[in-house]
């Protein structure tokens, strides 16, 4: 392992130590401006990243913006604002895996996986919406979420799609990357939303795990990658 992901490693243990302590011994205020730090950590880093990736630097900023906003959530344009930064931020990380694969056949397996995919997180958003309480239904029913939501499904549909055709360690750390924050925010919904504060941890260590596995597909040498032409009969 090279000296630069040896440091982003550390980076993301002793971010997730930090968040750990910040909800077990502070109010909830302040962890989320411990969460908004950590982020803006990664984006700092970003910003001295070589080579400089400005799709890097884009999408970092923008999850700072999502982090900063999650502080004042309650706040009705805060809370558009969270949404429309983190799907931005998506949109972006989706583009770095469609131009991957964007000329490459889809095979039976990944129409498999995607229609499962897709069936899981819609399965998910119905149950939130049947389970979500009368104070918040106004924010979960705006147009933002649902906006976010599809956008949130499609790009993980990519990510497993990229890792799936390609067989090195870069598409690996995308895909981590992309499910991490995926998991961050089904468990902030969890948590916040359903009323279950215990769902923080995982929301805070999945928000870490994904801004720091994006900087480990960054500083992943970028060799040529090798496609796995799999057409797997279903």
């Not at 991957?100 to 997180?121: H, M, T």
């Not at 991490?180 to 939303?193: A, E, L, N, P």
Request: glycine share 4%.
């Amino acid at each position: 392992m090279s000296e630069r992901r040896k440091l982003i490693v550390f980076s993301i243990v002793f971010w997730v130590a930090v968040n750990f302590a910040s909800l077990s011994m502070f109010s909830d205020e302040v962890s989320r401006w411990v969460r908004f730090i950590g982020t803006a950590f990664f984006f700092i880093t970003a910003t001295l990243h070589k080579p400089f990736s400005w799709k890097l630097f884009f999408i970092l900023l923008l999850f700072s913006i999502c982090d900063f906003s999650l502080i004042y959530f309650e706040n009705p344009i805060f809370n558009a604002l969270t949404f429309i930064s983190r799907g931005a931020a998506f949109v972006i990380v989706g583009s770095i895996g469609a131009k991957k694969i964007k000329q490459l056949k889809i095979n039976s397996l990944e129409l498999f996986i995607g229609a499962v995919l897709v069936a899981i997180n819609l399965v998910l958003l119905f149950e939130l919406e049947s389970m979500i309480s009368l104070k918040h239904a106004e924010e979960l029913y705006s147009p933002g979420f649902y906006a976010f939501a599809f956008i949130a499904i499609l790009t993980t549909i990519i990510a497993v799609s990229y890792s799936n055709r390609y067989s090195n360690l870069k598409s690996i750390f995308y895909m981590c990357a992309v499910l991490w924050m995926i998991f961050s925010d089904m468990t902030y919904f969890i948590g916040y939303y359903l009323d279950f504060p215990e769902f923080y941890y995982a929301d805070h260590a999945f928000n870490i795990l994904g801004s720091g596995f994006l900087m480990l597909y960054a500083a992943t040498t970028n060799k040529k990658e090798n496609y796995i032409d799999i057409d797997v009969k279903i």
